[in-house]
Every structure is written in C-alpha cells, then in structure tokens.
C-alpha cells in the first residue's frame, strides 16, 4: 500500500479506524462462501458518511479496487476481498439515527444488524419485515447491497420493497443523498436500481427503511407429511388455491434432525418426512379466512398432522430452529454449501426431487430447508473444504442444480445474489446484450469498475462492452 | 435528408404513419418492425418519443422529438399460468384488457388507474403510474418482476424474469419503471398477481375522511382502494373494501357504514372514481409523507386525485417551469444506455 494513501487514511479514521495487522485482517478474508478467500491489503472501519466519503475520494485519486462489508454473512462472495484491495466495513456504523413512528419509517446507518432495527421499534407496535435467517447478525446495509430475503418475505417482499431512501457515496466519494422517504422516485429510481447490486455501485451508508404494523394475530401452524413430496405439492396447491399467509416454509427430515439433535431443539417431530412451517397474520378474521382455505387443502395432501404453535413461546422456539437450520446442519459435516435458486412455483415437487437426485449421483448428502411459498430453493450440501475432491463434486451438483432450475424456467438466485458463486452462470441466462447493458449501467456509476470487481457480471461481458 | 416522415413510410409503409399533432406517428406492427425503427433513427440521427396510447405524455415536461413510435400494436398476452401468480403480457395490452383475464382467475392486477381501456402496459410501467390500490399493495415498480425492451439502438434486452422472487443480475427494469422512454421501449412485462378477494364493496364518503385514513393506517381496514378526490367545495374519499366474507363484513361494522355498491357495481364504481379524479393531461406529482396530509390538501386546486401513504397526489396543471435540475447521474446512465439519444429525454 502507498505509504502516502495510507497516511490519508490514517488521519481520516485514526488508528482504530484502519485494520493493518495481517493477522487482524484474516477474519476479513472471506464471507459464508468459505471456499473463496483472499486477504484484503487493509480494512478501514469509517464511523459515518463523511468518514466514508474522504477515505473513497483517497482511494479513487489512487485507483484502489474497493469491496465493502456489513458482517459477511452473505453466501454468494459479495463481500470476498480482490487482490491488492481495500475492505470497507459497516461495523462501526451501527446507529439508529431517527425513527418517525407517526411515519413509520427508520433512518439507520448501514451496519445496525437486521434484527435490532425490529427490537428497537418493538415498543412501538412496529417491526422491519425483512428477515433473513442470518438476521441476528447481517447487516442492514448488506441486506440492501443483496436485496435480502426471509421466511416473511413471502407476503412482504425483499428489502427492495422496504428502502425508502439511501445516502449512497460513489465510487468517486461523493454523497448521493437520496434519503428522503419518497412514493416514487424524483428522476430515475436510483435506489431501486442500487438495492440488489451487490456492492458494485458505490456504498449506502444510511437507509431510510419502511416500518411495518406489527399485526394483532399471528399464528404459526405446522404441517406434518410423511413425505417431501406431499409437502411440496401441498405448497403448490396453496398458491393455487390463492393462499396469502405471510410465510410458507418448508424443512425436510434431515434437516429436522439436525436441529432437533441441535441447542435449538425446537420441537419438530423427528418422525416427519417434512414440515411445512405456515404463518398466518392479520386481525383475527382475517387468520381464520386463511386458516379455513389452508387447513382442508393440507388434511388433503395426506398431512398425518396439523397443529397451531400453542403459544407464543413455542411459535419463538419452532422459527429459532428454522433460522438456526444452517447452522444446525454443522453437525452433519464441517461444512455447508447453500444452494440457492427458484423455479416456478408449479414445479415444486419436481425440482426439489431433480436436485437430490443431483446431489445423490454424486455421493454428497443435502438437505432441505427452503421458502417453498417464493418458489425459492435451498438444497444445503454438506461436505469438508479440505476434501478438495468432494469440494468440486459439491461445485458440480451446484452447477448441475442451477441448470436444472433454469431449463424448468427457473432463475439462478432468489435471495443470496450472485457474487462470485455463480458469475459463470450468469451468461447460461442473459445474452452477451443483456450483460452488456447492465455494465454499461454499472459504468455509468463506477467507470473503473473499482467497487467490487469480478463479482455479477462476467468480465467477458464487460471487455465487450468497452470494446 | 429525407424528412422524417418519408423515412418512416419507406420503413413500415404509409399505412403505419399517422400523427400526433405536428409530429409523424409510426406505429409497428411487431417488435422487428419497431427495432428496425430505432436502426433507422440511430442511423439518421433521429430524436424518438416513444408512447403506449400517448395518455400520459403531458405527465412529462415537453420533448423534443423528430417522431413518436407507438407501441399499442404489440399487444396480447404471452403467459399467463394461473397457478404461479405471474402475468407477461407485450406493452400495448391495455390494462383492463389484463385486468378481465386475471380477475376471471381471481386475481387481482395492479396497479388500479384510472381509464385502464387506454392504459397500455408499457405506458403505465414507463410513466411509473402507481394505482388507487397503492396504500395496499405498494407502487408499480415493485410489483414489476422483469422486462424486455428495446434499447435506443434497437438492442433487444431482458432482465429479471417471470418469477415472483429473483435477485439474479441488476434490476435493470428498475431504471426502466418511470424512465418515461428515455432509456428504452418497454417491449413485454411480468407483473406479480395478488389475490382477488371474495366479496368487494364500494363506499364513497363526502369530506376528507381522516377516520377512514387513520383506520387504514392503522390496520384496523385494509382496503383494497383508498383515495381522495377534490369535489367542489372540498373531498370525497372513494373505498372499496375486500376480503373473505367475514372480514369484510367487520370493517363496515367497524366504519359503522353499509356498504353502497358490492360486487362487479363497486368495481364500477372504483374505476368511475378513478376516471372523475385523475387529472387528464398535464399533471403535477405532489408528495409528503402521511402526517403532512393536511397542508398538502390545502395546497390542492383543481381536479385531483390523492393517494394515502407516503401521500402522492396528481393535480391537474403543467409541472412549474423551475424543474428539478436533472440528476448528474441520471444523465450518465441515460448516456450509457441511449449513447446516441435516439430516445427523447424527460423535459
């Protein structure tokens, strides 16, 4: 590193601002994509926007590629270090900077964690909808950068659906304020467009978040099926039947062994081929018109149970363990390699059937724990990272996974991004004009393509482009 | 150079040329004839206004354009399979066309507009028009899961797709929603269904409403419409309710008002609301945020239609002459994507 820029550097962030230390800096090496890793040259940790912005004007005049992080817990390489890069973090950015009850909006900085947000307006009679399984622990500005999902997300949407504003610093350092809590864009919907970019347009440093009404029932319901199978069709029939319960989830029996042998012990009966984890919300009336269509359509799909959670501490316990499913499947193997993709919500039971099949031709053991109501597919491969062998048969299985789902008319990610897990796929489902315009696009915010090089859009692609 | 008009004619064939006041109107018949157009304007460096049925050309400051190209004539639906929840329809289909074959599968499309029978697919996306169901079902733009357009140099592009969850590759179509044409034509769309409820009713209530609007706001309605309208001496607030039987009927119980119309009677009624309220031409976008309602009404003249929320009103009226300088980066992405600026650029 120039001795030069890091002096700058030094004196915008002060010495707890800056990571040097080889050792400190390994932790930074890599996100949930663990197989991918590489050490950033240094780490800045800015308190604020300007902090931000003085440290991105030093990297630009320098020409430094930039990747930035909120807690890594993304599982496509979004937040993986390039070589000879510098690391922006979000994790001294962790203030709630105004919440407008009246308005029900939240204006936070980006590494507030997605679930203090909820906590911090819980008195309220608010929550932030969003809510990804990681969510006690990612960040809110990564859940932007990824336009994140959850099991919620199924009635409310993804993040995208919940920014109202950002302050966005470029490439360049300077501040796009763009916080303003707005119903419609004021000029091109630059927020709309930034959120899902995977860190490649610059760095949200605050967000203007919708809060939403906590509602006055909710009611958690488990379905149990002898078979994956019955389950997933259960959830097409649900679709069909014009269902809205605000989560449709489905676990398969391995998972629930996992996480009935784990601390979480949530309390899904071990002998279930599957569970379908339903949620219902509204006013009363509303829970009981939905419960009425979902409780004949389940019995019908052959579910040998059908129980609401008892109480509120159980409904806790039963979404603790399906949150805490990844991590319960640490005690399969040491490691876990979380598919990600969606298919159309007709084709459930065929897909999930095709990608175990997958996974079983190639001697790897998957299990399944997914937001079936989205269509959203996470078929969970374990293996050991240091068996190089098993790693490119679980990388095979992921390929052949998502070649599956797009021939059934399927999409490569419905919730982790893109990164550096499936860049290659990227051109399976866009022609070389469609990633042609989205660099074009990118380049129009970042000419250099300093922010997050090699990440979403094949590199191909882009030479293309410029040529 | 030949003049505009001729070039067209060679292209398409006079049948295909009409007007739009002083302008040549060149409506293609299908998307090569339309991608041949923009080559043609590309190679003779001609200025495009592109429209659907031209309703919503007043929503945007004036453009200067050598012609405008309609799409009305790419119309139908490409796939609509009930059982996903996902329409994808070309830009010229009208929206009540869209919305009689998703209601018949009890779906529910929107945005709800006003004058859906001129309302194109590819206009309302273009012009970002968010419905009178906004409060409950959030802007257009949301509800958009994917496009193709044609770019200003007749590139055919895509991106997202026709699933209702996707976060594969930019939302490009997010640059493209309320874009008003000026970074592509909008060729064919996938919007995201709800359901359609079993029991609809309308109410209409004189004055301002605000109980209704605080009811709403709290949850304890949850309407499928709710809007305000100026009437001569103030506001009416229209309402159409919707929900399984019983939920329905709670929220009258709970308004303390019986319900005037139900069924298809409060549909009509609801698009009658949106027809008498929503500015026709010029249109001025007025937004705050819920608590400044009041003062928002009170600046109000005019016919207008006011949508709760994060409130957005559209007042009759040009937009003031003092327009917000365009966004530097609007321009560089509009520069990127239309490197040639076939496409007319926003006022």
Redesign the interface.
């Known amino acids: 590193m120039d001795p030069g820029l890091l002096r700058g550097l030094r004196e915008i962030l002060g010495e707890a601002g800056l990571v040097e230390r080889r050792n400190q800096r390994v932790p930074y090496e890599c996100d949930g994509l663990a197989f991918a890793r590489q050490l950033p040259e240094l780490v800045l940790l800015p308190r604020n926007t300007d902090e931000t912005a003085r440290c991105m004007r030093l990297l630009d005049e320098a020409h430094v590629p930039i990747v930035a992080r909120g807690a890594g817990t993304g599982l496509s390489g979004g937040a993986t270090p390039v070589e000879h890069g510098v690391l922006i973090g979000t994790s001294r950015m962790r203030a709630i900077l105004e919440i407008?009850e009246?308005?029900?909006f939240a204006r936070v900085q980006a590494g507030v964690v997605n679930v203090d947000l909820s906590h911090a307006v819980e008195q309220l009679g608010l929550f932030y909808a969003p809510d990804p399984s990681s969510q006690k622990a990612c960040t809110l500005g990564g859940n932007v950068a990824?336009?994140s999902?959850g099991p919620h997300?199924f009635r409310h949407?993804?993040t995208?659906?919940h920014v109202?504003g950002l302050v966005i610093v470029?490439p360049q350092g300077e501040v796009?304020d763009l916080s303003k809590?707005?119903?419609?864009?004021?000029?091109?919907?630059?927020v709309?467009?930034f959120?899902?970019?995977e860190g490649m347009l610059g760095v949200a440093t605050e967000l203007t978040l919708r809060l939403t009404?906590t509602?006055?029932v909710v009611e958690t319901w488990l379905a149990l099926f002898r078979e994956l199978d019955e389950a997933c069709e259960c959830v097409?029939d649900l679709?069909?039947a014009?269902?809205?319960p605000s989560a449709i989830e489905i676990l398969d029996q391995l998972t629930i062994e996992a996480v009935e042998a784990s601390v979480l012990r949530a309390g899904y009966p071990k002998e279930a081929g599957a569970v379908l984890l339903l949620e219902l919300e509204?006013?009363e009336?509303?829970v009981?018109?939905q419960a009425?269509i979902l409780e004949p359509l389940v019995r019908a799909r052959g579910a040998f149970e059908l129980r609401r959670a008892r109480d509120p501490a159980e409904r806790t316990r039963l979404w603790a363990g399906r949150k805490g499913a990844y991590g319960a499947m640490g005690r399969v193997a040491p490691d876990l390699y979380v598919c990600d993709a969606?298919?159309?919500?007709?084709k459930l039971r065929e897909l999930v059937r095709e990608t175990t099949a997958i996974c079983e031709a190639r001697g790897l053991k998957v299990a399944n724990v997914f937001?079936a109501g989205?269509?959203?597919l996470h078929p969970n491969i374990s293996y050991d990272r240091r068996d190089k062998e098993e790693l490119a048969r679980v990388l095979d299985a992921g390929d052949a996974i998502l070649k599956a789902c797009l021939a059934a008319?399927?999409?490569?990610?419905?919730?982790?991004?893109?990164g550096l897990e499936k860049i290659g796929a990227?051109e399976w489902?866009?022609?070389r004009?469609?990633?042609?315009?989205?660099c074009?696009?990118?380049?129009?915010?970042d000419p250099e393509c300093r922010m997050n090089p090699g990440k979403?859009?094949p590199m191909r692609a882009c030479m293309e482009t410029r040529t | 150079m030949s003049d505009p008009r001729t070039l067209l004619e060679r292209e398409i064939g006079a049948a295909q040329v009409s007007s739009l006041g002083a302008l040549p109107l060149a409506e293609p018949r299908d998307e090569e004839q339309l991608c041949a157009l923009l080559r043609l304007a590309t190679r003779e460096h001609l200025c495009v206004l592109p429209l659907g049925f031209g309703t919503k050309l007043a929503w945007r400051a004036s453009s200067v354009a050598d012609f405008a190209l309609t799409t009305r004539a790419l119309s139908g639906i490409v796939e609509y399979?009930?059982?996903?929840?996902v329409i994808t329809a070309r830009a010229g289909t009208t929206l009540a066309h869209l919305r009689a074959r998703t209601a018949a599968e009890?779906?529910w499309l929107t945005p709800f507009v006003a004058r859906e029978e001129r309302t194109s697919l590819g206009g309302a996306i273009s012009a970002?028009q968010?419905g009178l169901d906004?409060l409950r079902f959030?802007?257009l733009?949301?509800h958009v899961l994917g496009l193709r357009v044609a770019?200003g140099d007749g590139?055919?592009?895509?991106?997202g797709?026709?699933?209702?969850?996707?976060?594969?590759?930019?939302?490009?179509h997010?640059?493209y929603?309320?874009?008003h044409g000026s970074?592509c034509v909008v060729l064919e769309a996938s919007l995201r269904l709800?359901?359609?409820p079993r029991r609809y009713a309308w109410l209409q209530v004189p004055g301002e409403g605000r109980e209704w609007l605080e009811a709403a706001w709290?949850?304890?309605i949850?309407p499928l419409i709710l809007a305000l309208g100026r009437v001569e001496n103030g506001w009416e607030l229209g309402v159409l309710l919707g929900?399984?039987e019983?939920?329905v009927a709670?929220e009258l119980a709970l308004v303390q008002h019986a319900a005037t119309l139900e069924g298809e009677a409060a549909l009509t009624a609801a698009r009658t609301f949106a027809n008498t309220h929503t500015p026709e031409g010029a249109c001025t976008?007025l937004?705050c945020?819920?608590?400044g309602l009041g003062e928002l009404l009170s600046r109000a003249r005019g016919r207008c239609l006011v949508?709760p929320?994060?409130?957005?009103a559209q007042i009759e009226g040009a937009p003031p002459a003092a327009e917000?300088p365009?966004?530097t980066?609007?321009r560089?992405?509009k520069?990127?994507?239309d490197p040639h600026g076939v496409l007319a650029e926003v006022g």
């Open positions: 407008d009246r308005n029900r990824e336009n999902g997300c949407g993804t995208t659906r109202l470029t796009l809590a707005r119903a419609e864009p004021e000029g091109l919907d630059l709309g467009f959120t899902g970019s009404q509602p006055p097409s679709i069909r014009r269902a809205e509204g006013r009336s509303e009981a018109a009425r969606v298919v159309p919500r007709r937001h989205d269509g959203n008319g399927g999409t490569l990610s419905g919730e982790h991004g893109i990227m489902l866009f022609t004009e469609d990633l042609a315009a989205m074009r696009a990118r380049e129009a915010w979403l859009i | 399979e009930p059982d996903e929840g009890r779906h970002g968010s906004r959030g802007p733009r949301h770019l590139t055919v592009v895509k991106s797709g026709r699933l209702v969850k996707n976060v594969t590759g930019y939302d490009m997010r640059l929603t309320g874009a970074l709800f359901s359609a709290r949850g304890a949850r929900g399984a019983e939920v709670e976008r937004e945020l819920p608590t949508l929320g994060v409130v957005t917000r365009q966004r980066l609007d560089r992405i520069q990127a994507l």
